[in-house]
């Protein structure tokens, strides 16, 4: 059973308004969790990533936030652009040396 | 520049014939690891190493082997591919493996097994 979980396969939104990945996931020793950014053809790069103490972080038009409780969350790009098309990896680790990835979400973002 | 680098990028094989991914990071990095990615399912981890001779089993091991002789080469051995095995396979690697490291990955190996 996947631990980690990515709900929408794709997104669809249009140029300058806000993109919203979600994330769930069901393993409540996980404390550390991040985004990765995929362009066709190339390997995932690291976007933004959040600890379990934190509820919120933020870097430029990236936001991720988490709700422990809900085991829950989400990346907020605003404001979104053609460039940020690609699929996005939700990931998360715990004690251990490995990170759990969910489905991935294909964000297109249309001018 | 610092990179991961894979080869070969794209790999077409027959049941059974035994198959090498190279990957070698040029970073220095005590931890590599080995994933394959299949639709909805996102990157499973195969094996991974955290130095030099220390290789262990990541979620999905069966039918792949792994070595370590040197710090940056980490190859991803497929003994007799079978059809199933047929993915998307990213290398990575990070400075000591913590689980708040970042990981940097390669470009990808996209293998089809007839």
């Known amino acids: 059973d996947q631990q980690v979980k990515q709900n929408s396969p794709s997104l669809s939104v249009q140029e300058g308004r806000i993109s919203i990945l979600n994330c769930d996931y069901t393993n409540s020793m996980f404390d550390y969790f991040l985004w990765y950014k995929k362009y066709p053809a190339e390997g995932p790069t690291f976007l933004i990533s959040?600890?379990?103490?934190?509820d919120k972080n933020e870097d430029g038009r990236f936001t991720v936030f988490l709700n422990k409780s809900a085991k829950h969350l989400s990346l907020h790009i605003v404001p979104s652009q053609p460039g940020d098309s690609a699929v996005y990896f939700c990931?998360?680790?715990?004690?251990?040396?490995?990170?759990?990835f969910g489905g991935g979400t294909r964000l297109m973002v249309k001018p | 520049e610092a990179q991961v680098t894979q080869n070969p990028r794209y790999l077409i094989t027959v049941t059974g014939k035994k198959l090498t991914v190279t990957c070698s990071q040029n970073?220095?990095?005590?931890?590599m690891s080995w994933y394959r990615q299949d639709p909805g399912l996102g990157l499973r981890q195969i094996y991974y190493s955290m130095n030099v001779e220390a290789t262990d089993k990541g979620d999905v091991p069966e039918g792949y082997k792994v070595s370590r002789k040197e710090k940056r080469n980490f190859p991803l051995i497929l003994e007799s591919p079978s059809p199933n095995q047929t993915s998307l396979y990213f290398c990575?690697?990070?400075?000591?493996?913590?689980?708040?490291?970042?990981?940097?990955f390669g470009p990808g190996t996209r293998l089809l097994v007839l």
């Open positions: 959040i600890s379990s103490i934190k």
């Open positions: 990575a690697s990070s400075v000591t493996g913590a689980h708040q490291e970042t990981q940097y």
């Open positions: 970073m220095n990095h005590e931890y």
């Open positions: 990931a998360a680790s715990g004690a251990g040396n490995m990170l759990t």
